[in-house]
C-alpha cells in the first residue's frame, strides 16, 4: 500500500490544519489507517486510526477532542482535521496503515505501512 500525505504548514497557537492522506495500492476494506507523529529528539506518538470498513476511530490522549480523523471512501483519502492546535503539536506527521483493525492502539508500532512525512509547526 502506497501512502501521500500533505497539508503540513506553519499555523498559530489556536489554529486549525487539515492534513490529508491518498492511499493506493490495495484493497482497503480490512485495513486501519491513520496517523503518527514524531517529535525533534522524541519517539513516534500515535495520534490517530480509523477502520476503513465501519469508520470507526481511535485517538492518542494527547489528541482526543481536539483532533478529528475521517476517510472518504470515495477518493482513498484520510484526513486529520487539526484544533486547538498549541507548540507541543509541532511535528513530522505520517499517514500510516495497518492490514487489519485492533481494539487497543497504544502505539505507533501497531501500523506496518508507512507514508512520507508532512511538517506541521505551530507558533506561539
Known amino acids: 500500500v502506497q501512502l501521500q500525505a500533505s497539508g503540513g504548514g506553519l499555523v498559530q497557537a489556536g489554529g486549525s490544519l487539515r492534513l490529508s492522506c491518498v492511499v493506493s495500492g490495495d484493497y482497503l476494506f480490512n485495513y486501519a489507517l491513520g496517523w503518527v507523529r514524531q517529535a525533534p529528539g522524541k519517539e513516534r506518538e500515535f495520534v490517530a486510526a480509523?477502520?476503513?470498513?465501519?469508520?470507526?476511530?481511535a485517538y492518542g490522549r494527547s489528541v482526543k477532542g481536539r483532533f478529528t480523523i475521517s476517510r472518504d471512501r470515495a477518493k482513498s483519502t484520510v484526513y486529520l482535521q487539526m484544533n486547538s492546535l498549541n507548540p507541543e503539536d509541532t511535528s513530522v506527521y505520517y499517514c500510516?496503515?495497518?492490514?487489519?483493525?485492533?481494539?487497543?492502539?497504544?502505539?505507533?508500532?501497531?501500523?506496518?505501512?508507512w507514508g512520507q512525512g508532512t511538517l506541521v509547526t505551530v507558533s506561539s
Open positions: 500510516a496503515a495497518r492490514s487489519s483493525w485492533i481494539v487497543n492502539w497504544n502505539s505507533a508500532s501497531e501500523f506496518g505501512y
Open positions: 480509523i477502520r476503513w470498513s465501519t469508520g470507526g476511530t
